[in-house]
């Protein structure tokens, strides 16, 4: 036939596979082709109704899509239908250390996302069959949701130890007291401040930080010392007295 003769016509000259499909508009072999998907989620799940886009407006960020690709008998690559799909989920440090769950709608089903205790930053959750399919009805890839904790007005995990920071004043660092603070697990301890505590001093409390495999870390209170300021006629005076009974 005459796509044949042509074929001989290409080889006989001596000229490639490549050279030969190229008169037809460039639609020979490509290799190295991969597929992205870079807008929104809106109209990435358009065709699924207004509850999946709710629920990506509300806790996701979106990402890079990842896609599936293969190729047929003859080598030519051929149009991926399982398409993995990437977003952010924010966490609050409590959520994490106490694990869980986020009740969404998706395609007017309700869905259940389960977070479980100790889950780190950085994490990344699968949910098999809730990314997206390149043709009608065809088998959808996966959500991969990349966990990440807010950042919390007073904890903060540092090399996998929990660090609570506490501000103290200076009349409590200097004479000791006591100081109340509340665990991630809801709990209210009690924290003896020894007399004579310097700024940047690290008390440790066995038992109250992080959860590892089959026990729990300890948990370390950064003191912080605040200084007075603004002090009246009368403050000054005394500490003028103090500070001349420290030299005598």
Partial sequence: DALGANWQQYQSGGRGFEDFFSQFGGAGRRSGTTYEFSGDFGDLFGSMGGGFSDFFESFFGGRKRQNRTGFDSQGFQKQPTRIDVEADLNITLEEAFNGSERQVSIDGKKLKIKINPGTSDGQKLRLKGLGRSSIKGGTKGDLFLNIHI??????????????????????????????????????????????????????????????????????????????????????????????KLRKD
């Fill in 150 to 243: 807010l950042q919390h007005p007073f904890y903060e995990i540092k090399d996998g130890e929990l660090f609570y920071n506490l501000d103290v004043d200076f009349y409590s660092a200097v004479l000791g007291g006591k100081e109340e603070i509340k665990t991630l697990d809801g709990k209210k301890i009690s924290i003896n401040i020894p007399e004579g505590t310097e700024s940047e001093k690290i008390l440790r409390l066995k038992n109250l930080g992080l959860r590892n495999a089959n026990e729990r870390g300890d948990l370390f209170v950064k003191v912080h010392v605040t200084i007075p300021k603004n002090l009246s006629e009368k403050e000054k005076k005394l500490f003028k007295e103090l500070s």
